[in-house]
């Protein structure tokens, strides 16, 4: 490891072309709080750096023909292995539109690693050969975007938010949506108890902390059967949830 990490956090390497890109959302609201504490470090690599000759060129036209630029193998493998270097055992992610889509399971898995590596590719695509560089590739989801740095950004912030001590009320990553229970998070309300003739339910100002916290993990089964139906196959239900018309609507429209 490099000198001065600690390694009780989570060290992030970003390679991109622009780590201009980076730096104002970086410096904000839990990522600042968070750096400041050194429980999470980043590190941005313009991987350009790492390229040769005076013009220090990282793309180069595609063998075979086609549009586009591709990105050239060498400076990214010049730039892994520095970062390897000091850090070998560092894990090394891939942002593509091919890669495996990216979900709260897998944040929870990258949360775990010492050092993560996000590689951020540009331009028409990657040497097919770079993808023999790194352990893994992930999407954010069916769609193209011009670089892979807000791909990066979401996968940051869904990762940093999961070590320990980045968020403060921790109980708040066990009531979300996508957390271990496997339902999207029951509704939230805040004053006033009254807006445009809506109300608050009365449970939640009951202070009867049971009946609160079965009301939540009611209305969490059935929103996750209304927008989320899928979710509820892997979902830990009681029988009486299972039971619930709108759960059961759900379970039969999967069959079909």
């Known amino acids: ?41 980043i590190e941005l690599v313009d991987f350009r750096q790492y390229a040769e000759g005076r013009h220090k060129v990282v793309d180069d036209t595609p063998f075979g023909g086609g549009a586009g630029m591709v990105i050239k ?3 990214v493998a010049r730039a892994l292995a520095a970062l390897r270097q000091s850090s070998p055992d560092a894990h090394v992610v891939l942002l593509s539109p091919q890669g495996r889509l990216f979900d709260q399971p897998a944040a929870r898995r990258l949360s775990r690693h010492e050092h993560l590596v996000l590689l951020c590719g540009r331009y028409e695509g990657l040497d097919e050969r770079i993808r023999t560089l790194v ?17 990066a950004w979401v996968v ?39 807006f445009d003739n809506m109300q608050v339910p ?27 139906p899928d979710l509820l196959e892997k979902a830990e239900l009681s029988e009486e949830e299972a039971g619930l018309p709108e759960v059961k609507a759900a379970f039969e429209a999967g069959e079909d």
Do not use: C, N
């Open 156 to 194: 940051m912030d869904a990762v940093a938010r999961l070590v320990p001590g980045v968020v403060g009320q921790p109980q708040s990553l066990i009531d979300e949506s996508f957390s271990e229970a496997g339902l999207l998070e029951h509704p939230q309300y805040t004053r006033p108890r009254e």
């Open 202 to 228: 009365e449970v939640l100002l009951s202070g009867d902390h049971r009946a609160i916290a079965d009301w939540q993990r009611r209305e969490a089964v059935l929103r996750t059967a209304r927008r989320r």
């Open 135 to 151: 352990a893994e590739e992930l999407s954010i989801g069916d769609y193209v975007l011009s670089g892979g740095e807000a791909a």
């Open 1 to 41: 490891m490099e000198a001065g990490w600690s390694s009780s956090g989570l060290r992030i390497s970003v390679l991109t072309l622009f780590p201009e890109m980076f730096d104002s959302w970086l410096s904000a609201s839990l990522f600042g709080k968070a750096r400041e504490k050194g429980l999470i470090e």
């Open 73 to 75: 193998v060498e400076p």
